[in-house]
């Protein structure tokens, strides 16, 4: 068994797969296996994959970044679990760097990025909440409020095991995937350590700006996010009490900000179906601020929308 399987899902991302896989194949901890799912490319990126005979190349029609991701789990053999995005790339140490921690048999080992720019210029450098192995429960409170970035599935390792027992998937046709599943699996795990190892490299292209002039795309992101809370709930019916105040409000407040980016109807729809959920109950009173903001949300949310500066 293979200590690390590393899952790439590759959809048309031809210019930057070398870039990728070379730094996977060339890590200085080696016992790991490969697995690239290709995810319906209609680019070259099938020719420039198969110039690396040692990895696991898969194949399969169009189904999203999250069947790709959950095929390839189906295809792991190792200890553990990462997840590589096809245009970004690793330090060649970072599993090296991450092996006295996968030899503590922890669930999830969470490390730190920086991002790149398109002449793979490093930009800043994502530090994170580093802490010693806590449980689950206090590595989402640690992370809730001093990570943006806790619920990204590419910065952690995952013990199979435990992933597998969870039968933990990610949510097919659905954006923020990733937001949908990874603070379920936090919340799940038994033992959960955050490094300071900042070795994975997050391609940022200039297109990304302005991929929110897509309107029709910036709608379905925000509904999704309420089939995400939807689906969350059966998820959590084994956590204790406190778990799952702390997951709705973490959900709730993530669902009331993106009302933000809705034009008038489609921002009255979202509204809708937010006091249809009841998710301004989820909310708790903590301190004179809270108590503002619940009143506000609970007398006109658009109002509170309208004030509140994001």
């Not at 245009?87 to 090296?96: P, R, S, T």
């Not at 450098?125 to 409170?141: L, P, S």
């Not at 970035?149 to 659905?174: I, S």
Request: some cysteine; aromatic content about 12%.
């Amino acid at each position: 068994m293979p200590k690390i399987s590393v899952i790439v899902p590759v959809y048309n991302t031809e210019k930057y797969i070398e870039k990728c896989l070379d730094s996977i194949v060339n890590q200085t901890f080696q016992d790991i296996e490969i697995i690239v799912v290709n995810d319906g490319s209609t680019d070259h990126a099938e020719e420039k994959i198969l110039k690396y005979p040692s990895i696991k190349y898969y194949k399969k029609e169009n189904g999203g970044l999250s069947d790709a991701r959950n095929y390839g789990v189906s295809k792991a053999t190792g200890e553990y679990i990462a997840f590589v995005d096809s245009d970004d790339y690793l330090d060649i140490n970072l599993f090296a760097e991450l092996e006295p921690y996968m030899n503590q048999e922890i669930d999830l080992i969470k490390f730190q990025f920086q991002k790149v720019d398109e002449n793979y210029q490093k930009l800043e450098t994502n530090r994170g909440q580093a802490f010693d192995t806590v449980t689950g429960k206090e590595a989402f409170e640690n992370l809730y409020c001093r990570d943006e970035f806790m619920a990204v599935a590419w910065l952690y390792l995952y013990k199979r095991e435990f992933y597998l027992q969870n039968h933990f998937q990610f949510a097919k046709g659905l954006y923020h995937e990733d937001f949908g599943l990874i603070p379920i699996i936090l919340l799940k795990a038994r033992s959960v350590i955050s490094t300071d190892i900042a070795g994975y490299y997050y391609f940022q292209n200039n297109n990304s700006i302005t991929r929110n002039k897509d309107y029709a795309k910036t709608v379905k992101k925000a509904n999704d996010l309420l089939v995400h809370y939807d689906n969350m709930l059966p998820q959590i019916k084994d956590l204790d009490e406190d778990s799952k105040e702390k997951i709705k409000i973490y959900f709730t407040n993530n669902i009331l900000l993106r009302a933000k980016e809705l034009n008038r109807k489609e921002q009255d729809d979202y509204i809708k179906e937010i006091k249809k959920r009841k998710l301004i109950h989820n909310l708790k009173i903590s301190n004179i601020k809270q108590f503002i903001k619940i009143l506000m949300l609970k007398i006109n949310i658009k109002l509170y929308l309208k004030l509140k500066k994001v």
